[in-house]
């Protein structure tokens, strides 16, 4: 059975600091990566998708990486703002094509 | 704005009503998923439709059953509530057969409370 474990579930830095947010898997047989942003009461936001193929994709200030084999994904947030401030989750899509979840990392960015 | 919509956006039934969630979909994407989202969690796959058809499930019970409309609405209906049954409910669209491979687009949520 597929678990997504998001370490670490909170974390809080200051304005302008680079980090790193982990996921990983427990089986390699996935058909893509997905990292979600999700803000209250406005639902969730798809930040970046990865297939299976891939080792990384990026979006303006955000990196994500997967490294299918170890069951981990990081995503990378460069140069971090307070709006970047929400839960992000991330989510792979098994092999009955439905998406597992992590329970999120809470991120808070001091102005 | 993902154009996706959802009510009512807060609800409170007591245990053992049922309750009907609706959600509207992005006008000419054919597939709606339902996930349920307990707090402190990542949400679950309740189940899928594509062109009105049921074509996907995840491990919730017959008392959850939903309904998808020619004009891009869906319902997800919940009998015999339980107090488990607590959590936001998401709905989300996307274009193809197979939501998970593409993007999907989320509603803000239904928060349902149950006593």
């Known amino acids: 059975k597929q678990e997504v474990t998001q370490i670490p579930a909170a974390l809080s830095v200051p304005e302008g600091e680079n980090l790193v947010l982990n996921c990983s898997f427990t089986?390699?047989?996935?058909?893509?990566l997905q990292w979600f942003r999700q803000d209250p009461g406005k639902g969730l936001t798809s930040l970046l998708l990865?297939?299976?193929s891939q080792r990384e994709q990026t979006s303006g200030r955000l990196n994500a990486s997967l490294d299918k084999s170890s069951g981990r994904s990081t995503l990378y947030i460069a140069a971090s703002q307070p709006g970047d401030s929400a839960t992000y989750l991330c989510?792979?899509?098994?092999?009955?094509?439905?998406?597992?979840w992590g329970a999120g990392t809470k991120l808070i960015i001091k102005p | 704005e993902t154009g996706v919509t959802q009510s009512p956006t807060h609800l409170i039934k007591t245990r053992g009503q049922q309750v009907t969630l609706r959600c509207s979909s992005q006008?000419?994407?054919?597939?709606v998923s339902w996930y349920q989202q307990a707090l402190g969690q990542g949400p679950q796959f309740i189940f899928q439709?594509?062109?009105?058809?049921?074509?996907g499930r995840g491990n919730f019970p017959p008392r959850f059953s939903g309904l998808q409309f020619p004009n891009y609405s869906s319902e997800l209906n919940v009998n015999a509530l339980e107090l488990d049954d607590s959590a936001l409910y998401l709905c989300?669209?996307?274009?193809?057969?197979?939501?998970?491979?593409?993007?999907?687009?989320f509603g803000p949520g239904t928060r349902l409370l149950v006593l």
């Open positions: 989510a792979v899509t098994d092999s009955n094509y439905q998406l597992i």
């Open positions: 990865i297939q299976s």
């Open positions: 089986d390699s047989a996935i058909y893509n």
């Open positions: 006008s000419g994407h054919n597939t």
């Open positions: 439709y594509y062109r009105e058809e049921e074509n």
């Open positions: 989300a669209s996307s274009l193809g057969p197979t939501s998970a491979e593409e993007t999907q687009y």
